[in-house]
């Protein structure tokens, strides 16, 4: 979501995020006290965690290092006592001491094959912590709890309204929320982050649960987070079985659902679908570019090229890889999973060429998928995009300027709220499935996302069209606001009708 120098002085994220929503609301004439509501978060909880953290082996500088040249190694069992930090530090647990031989001169060991290491002391250590619960009307708070070191309240307020709008598009009965700590995982181990999580859900314990507030993974955060977080909530309870649903993006054995890990880049094609049908096309053999080889890039990549789509250029934070007659998906899902590939990035694999950075969105392609971080898409990389349509897998990907750019290009948008709502939609159906005590399978997932998501996008491009319809699938005619606008705008104008039915419907208590 960062704006790029030329896209002129930056406003706030969340003022950024809410572009759309002023513009949708003067489309649809919503209802002034509804958008006075809507303007800022219910609640925002902004508080400290403290944990206890061990000792660690820190690399001593390189100045440090000719100081020290004659220390001898000590002979340390690296492995579960060391516990290596993605930082490059060492965890130091007590056990390491048994059967030890060590040298320590001024608290600097050398340990072989490894370097020298400073021993520096544990202790306690305090995190910002954040839970923004931006509206209910329409069901529990529903969203994701992210570990990074960039978070701000600014970052959280424009992620809450963005899942308030995407769960009223995605039409189930949940709101919107996120947050999330101040932290930088890669410098805390396993055990340390099971601590964070223990204590930013003993804080939340009053103010989230299954009916209340529903957590789910986001960046950092994963299946074994939210059994920490089950665990914490649950703890004591005498009835835990019955508050699975305090969380979701579980894994399939603890209680999540079948076809979560992939729903999200599902979703993604299930829209690239009906792109594709409106306009009398199939996905088979259409050239794809797909940024970002995480969770969601890789399934919208492996899902499309089973379907026959080629996927000719793919981009993550190390490297960026090319083939004009299309990657063998597969091939390069298997060198991203190598042990020995620490990142899980494409940059090495052979079934392809590599591409400067700056060329990736240059390329011929039909079908380009932001799936890594916000604000990629500015003003100038969509001034060199080939493509016919960009897919926003990914939050925020698309700045203002390059919005603008694309729609003079007449390059079709498919908006991040519709495109990658697949995964809040499942995360639904687990929290059903967690409520009924019920288990389905990735069939019945599919089949219900399918028809969820192909619905609520034809909703929107009715909406942008002006052309109201009733289909075996849909209803679009009390969603059109009388003249074209943008897919964006449509979606968001989707989402406020739905939210604003409740308002006004249910009236307000004074
Ligand atoms: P992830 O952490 O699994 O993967 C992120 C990928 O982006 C990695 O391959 C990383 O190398 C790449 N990346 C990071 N910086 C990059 C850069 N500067 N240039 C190119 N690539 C870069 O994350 P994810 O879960 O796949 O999420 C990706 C996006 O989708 C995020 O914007 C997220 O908010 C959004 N999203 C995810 C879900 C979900 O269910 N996981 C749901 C909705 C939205």
Redesign the pocket.
């Known amino acids: 979501m960062k704006a790029s120098r030329k896209d002129g002085p930056r406003k706030s994220i969340f003022d950024e995020s809410m572009e759309a929503f002023y513009r949708a609301a003067e489309h649809i004439k919503l209802n002034p006290r509804v958008r006075l509501e809507l303007e800022e978060p219910d609640f925002e909880h902004i508080f400290y965690i403290t944990i206890e953290t061990r000792d660690r082996l820190v690399p001593v500088t390189k100045e440090e290092e000719a100081h020290f040249k004659d220390l001898p190694a000590s002979s340390v069992k690296a492995g579960e006592a060391l516990e290596p930090l993605a930082n490059g530090q060492f965890v130091l647990h007590r056990r390491a001491l048994l059967k030890a031989d060590i040298t320590l001169r001024e608290g600097v060991l050398r340990i072989p094959k490894r370097g020298l290491f400073r021993i520096e002391k544990g202790g306690p250590k305090k995190f910002k912590a954040y839970r923004i619960q931006y509206n209910q009307v329409r069901g529990p708070y529903k969203g994701g709890v992210r570990y990074h070191k960039d978070v701000s309240l600014d970052l959280f307020k424009a992620l809450a309204a963005d899942m308030t709008w995407k769960t009223a598009i995605a039409d189930i009965p949940f709101g919107g929320a996120k947050g999330g700590v101040r932290i930088d995982p890669s410098a805390y181990s396993k055990e340390e982050l099971e601590h964070v999580t223990l204590r930013f859900i003993y804080k939340l314990k009053n103010v989230i649960g299954p009916y209340v507030d529903i957590p789910a993974?986001?960046?950092n955060t994963n299946p074994e987070i939210m059994a920490i977080m089950m665990r914490q909530f649950t703890d004591g309870e005498r009835m835990p079985h019955a508050m699975r649903g305090v969380v979701t993006g579980k894994d399939v054995r603890i209680g999540g659902s079948e076809g979560r890990a992939k729903?999200?880049g599902q979703g993604t094609v299930y829209c690239l679908e009906e792109w594709a049908r409106w306009r009398g096309e199939s996905l088979a053999g259409k050239r794809v570019l797909v940024?970002?080889?995480?969770?969601?890039?890789t399934a919208s990549a492996e899902i499309l090229h089973a379907m026959g789509a080629k996927v000719v250029g793919v981009?993550?934070?190390?490297g960026t890889i090319v083939n004009e007659k299309g990657l063998d998906i597969p091939a390069l899902l298997a060198h991203a999973a190598e042990p020995d590939n620490l990142?899980?990035?494409v940059e090495g694999f052979t079934g392809g060429s590599k591409l400067s950075?700056d060329d990736f969105w240059k390329v011929d392609a039909e079908i380009a998928i932001p799936?890594?971080?916000?604000g990629?898409i500015t003003g100038d990389v969509a001034e060199g995009l080939k493509v016919q349509v960009v897919a926003e897998?990914?939050?925020?990907?698309t700045t203002p300027d390059g919005d603008k750019v694309l729609r003079d290009r007449k390059i079709d948008l498919i908006p991040?709220i519709v495109c990658?709502a697949g995964?809040?939609t499942v995360s639904y159906y687990e929290w059903l499935q967690n409520l009924r005590m019920e288990h389905w399978s990735e069939a019945e997932v599919n089949n219900r996302l399918e028809r969820a998501i192909k619905a609520n996008f034809g909703i929107i491009h009715d909406i942008a069209n002006d052309s109201p319809q009733k289909t075996p699938l849909y209803d679009s005619r009390r969603f059109v606001v009388g003249k074209k606008i943008d897919m964006r705008t449509a979606a968001m104008a989707l989402a406020l009708r739905r939210i604003e039915n409740h308002y006004l419907l249910e009236g307000f208590s004074q």
């Open positions: 993974p986001d960046v729903a999200t940024q970002g080889f995480g969770n969601v890039g981009q993550d934070a190390y990142r899980r990035s950075r799936a890594a971080l916000g990629t897998a990914a939050n925020g990907p991040d990658n995964g809040v």
